[in-house]
């Protein structure tokens, strides 16, 4: 099996599939119990959250544990509106978010009088125009939300810049950013950031699913959105899964432990893999590249390979001719796994997010997306470029 889809999902540790089992065995207690067995889980949860903290930079009381990035998104944007009516009736996000945002904005905008959404200015290659979006930003900005790392393309997002800009422009407005596809992959320090709210999700990570992080910042107001017996500071109701919140802890730390050498590793494949590319007999277009119109094909393998404007972890391109289902299917069989985009939307024909950016019907239904990982080994690359000329020339000729 050569799989290559691993921003969809990610085979866990070992270390945290035995983690999980060895705790969900001997430790079952409810960690909300008054008896030994639920003080013991409940310790655990509190390691296991001071672990996350100090990878994350944060205070621990700033933690909430949810059941995934979808969660999070949902209590960061629709219960932040909820709590906090008139101050700003406007909220900023790119069209290009992954569906947990687009869809929980028009959730939050709908709890606030006269709420609006306002898509972010982008520019062709899918990242913020901030000269543009310095035109948005005004006293009527409530919130702002965006992805460090898009999920379906991989552009790399400015963060810092977006949180001088809200200071200067509005400083009233708050900011949540969705690190789905940033955590463990690049560098991320939340104490003096500027950010409010930030998601996290523990599949992403080479952690199981169902589990996830919502970070709130210390004085930040935020109700909760699932209600019940109050656990969690009453943010977040629900028996707390120690077993899955002790392996996500473990998973994070494994994961941060290589950061530095996955994120080499996958930059040496996907180079590997475009150069690969290059020396067959198909053509091909990068997505979310900043290219006049009139770029080689080296140069566009080239500026693909800028990790500070691409997540070196993804890579969306367009087989021309080819349609994108069609041919993940064709690898599929064959034991390589890649995914038409982003596998939550992946049962329509265009990529929303590419049609955001401009890229024509024809590019966008061609369009597939690979994404890296330490996992991953060179001749499994090399091997995927041999299967992908051979499919994308036998397809074109049908
Ligand atoms: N945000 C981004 C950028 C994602 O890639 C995903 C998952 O595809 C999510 C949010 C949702 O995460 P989860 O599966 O943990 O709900």
Redesign the pocket.
Known sequence: MCYFDH???TRPWEEVLCLFQKEATENFANPSSLHQLGFLAEEKIKKAKKTLAQLLQCQAEELIFT???????NQALIAYAKGHQGGGNKLVLPAI??K??LQSAKEAVACWKKGEIVFMPLLPSGHIDFEKLAFFLDKEVGLISL?S???NVGQVQDLETLVNLRNRLCPQAKIHV?F??SFTKYPISLANSGIDMA?F????IKGL?GI?LLYVKKNLRLEAYVHGAGQQENRRSGTLNMPLIVSFAKAVELSEKVRKEAFAHALALKKLFLEALLQKNIDFVVHGLELSSDFSKEKMVEASLCTQKLSPFLLNLSFLGVKAETLVNALSEEGFYISTQ???SSKNDLNYVLSVMGVEDALNVSSVRISFALDNTKEEVLALAEKIEKWVLRLKRK
Do not use: F, L, R, W
């Open positions: 921003a969809a999902s059941s995934g990035a979808t969660e999070s998104i978010e992954h947990a945002s992805s790392v898009n999920n969705d789905v596809q998601s999700s523990g599949h992403k699913k996830g982003s596998s939550c």
